[in-house]
Antibody, heavy 118, light 107 residues
Framework: QVHLVQSGAEVKKPGASVKVSCKIS????????RHWLRQAPGKGPEWMGG????????LYAENFQGRVTMTEDTSTDSFYMELSSLRSEDTAVYFC???????????WGQGTLVTVSS | DIQMTQSPSSLSASVGDRVTITCRAS??????LNWYQQKPGKAPRLLIS???GLQSGVPSRFSGGGSATRFTLTISGLQPEDLATYYC?????????FGQGTKVEVK
């Protein structure tokens, strides 16, 4: 059974960066897609970017281009999302998600609350 | 971007009722439509993929249908544990987009 475990909550000041991690167990990076989504309070999830083997590259949503970087470490089956130039509107729960069917998020991390406040 | 619009935004129904949620896409997406259930404070859970494919472990009272621009999620025999917000998501075109959600309350 695939399980995703994320790093803990973060509080950041405007203009700072945040890096969230996601570790896969019960599967490997090579077998699964890896994506990042976020969810603001009372809103639906918003896809930020991710990697699908079929695409052969990490793709980012236009809303986050230039501010988000997604990386991975195959030695630990972990992947990471770094968001820079944070503003108050970036306050949200950030989720990693994965799956074996294209653009279908079958497995989710528990979520990481990122609060941006001065 | 493809806009996904769900209706209603919320509903209240009794245990045993049949509940239907509709999701409309701003353009045709064939059957590239997934449904998720999200309980308060939890991550979303994939219920149905490719419009009608029930995921392993999901109760058979959940079913999905539709194609092109109109899709439905039906709960046949609502249970207390179905209290949640339900989201549709298109997997047809980047960026992958979600509906705004339908909150289901159990009377």
């Amino acid at each position: 059974q695939v399980h995703l475990v994320q790093s803990g909550a973060e509080v950041k000041k405007p203009g700072a960066s945040v890096k969230v991690s996601c570790k896969i167990s019960g599967g490997t990076l090579g077998e699964l897609s890896r994506h990042w989504l976020r969810q603001a309070p009372g809103k639906g999830p918003e896809w930020m970017g991710g990697f699908e083997a079929e695409d052969g590259a990490t793709l980012y949503a236009e809303n986050f281009q230039g501010r988000v970087t997604m990386t991975e470490d195959t030695s630990t089956d972990s992947f990471y999302m770094e968001l820079s130039s944070l503003r108050s509107e970036d306050t949200a729960v950030y989720f990693c998600a994965s799956g074996s069917v294209y653009a279908t998020f079958a497995y989710w991390g528990q979520g990481t609350l990122v609060t941006v406040s001065s | 971007d493809i806009q996904m619009t769900q209706s209603p935004s919320s509903l209240s129904a009794s245990v045993g009722d049949r509940v239907t949620i509709t999701c409309r896409a701003s353009q045709g997406i064939s059957s590239f439509l997934n449904w998720y259930q999200q309980k308060p404070g939890k991550a979303p859970r994939l219920l149905i993929s490719a419009a009608s494919g029930l995921q392993s472990g999901v109760p058979s009272r959940f079913s999905g249908g539709g194609s092109a621009t109109r899709f439905t999620l039906t709960i046949s025999g609502l249970q207390p544990e179905d209290l949640a917000t339900y989201y549709c998501q298109q997997s047809y075109n980047l960026p992958w987009t979600f509906g705004q959600g339908t909150k289901v309350e159990v009377k």
